[in-house]
């Protein structure tokens, strides 16, 4: 009878060490596989990269001021032949240069204060 107490307890001793032994392994391997995860990106979408352009847009303003609309204009058109006549002279050619809107502001009307020249 004490035989099979011993023969029990040793069968019964060996489960629970192989029991802890297999949960052991299985928590470190799982704490590896965690760790191994943290190294790995994953990139869905956009992405970047460097490119050649070919297109370029640099706004150019300047400002003249005057009591003559149609003087405004003149000077308008002469700031403006100044800005692509220095353009071209640095290389770009006719087609590469645009003009955008003309922006007037009446500064004499009754929402502005008093200035010395009216139009902007």
Known sequence: MEHKNILNSV????CICLG????GISIGIGQYKARTADRYVTVKGLSEREVDSDLAIWPITFQVTENE??????NIED????VKTFLKNVGFEEDEISNSGIRIQDVQSPR?????????
């Not at 802890?20 to 949960?23: H, K, S």
């Not at 700031?79 to 100044?82: A, F, L, P, V």
């Open 11 to 14: 069968i019964l001793g060996t």
């Open 20 to 23: 802890l032994a297999i949960a």
């Open 69 to 74: 609309l149609f003087a405004l204009q003149k």
């Open 79 to 82: 700031k403006r032949n100044t």
């Open 112 to 120: 502005q204060d008093d200035r010395r020249m009216r139009y902007i």
